[in-house]
């Protein structure tokens, strides 16, 4: 048991580490859980994410999803353009 607890502490560092050089230790739990599920989303999709998969996926409300990506675009972590396919839904994408 106490493995698993030093590998489960090991993984922290790491993650703590991998967000020191992201420069985004600033952003709050909910900030985080989108900021992943866009990385995730976005390993599945070069062409970006709609916002409406980003809600699916995260689990979290979509007033909290867009005033999220609201901060994380002033921000300039990501890039918010509206589909060519629907109009009335936005793509996510992360800035390099």
């Known amino acids: 048991m106490k493995e ?11 993650l703590e580490g991998l967000e020191q050089d ?14 992943y599920t866009i990385i995730a989303r ?8 709609n916002i409406t998969d ?3 996926n995260s689990g979290m409300s979509r007033s909290t999803v867009y005033k999220t990506l609201k901060k994380l675009s002033t921000e300039g972590i990501i890039q918010l353009h ?3 396919e629907d109009g ?9």
Do not use: T, W
């Open 42 to 49: 976005s390993e599945c999709n070069e062409s970006g994410s």
């Open 22 to 35: 992201l420069n985004i230790r600033h952003l709050n739990p909910n900030e985080l859980k989108v900021f």
């Open 4 to 14: 698993f607890y030093r590998n489960i502490n090991d993984a922290l560092a790491m």
């Open 88 to 96: 009335r839904e936005s793509l996510v994408l992360l800035n390099s």
């Open 82 to 84: 509206q589909s060519k």
């Open 54 to 56: 980003i809600v699916e």
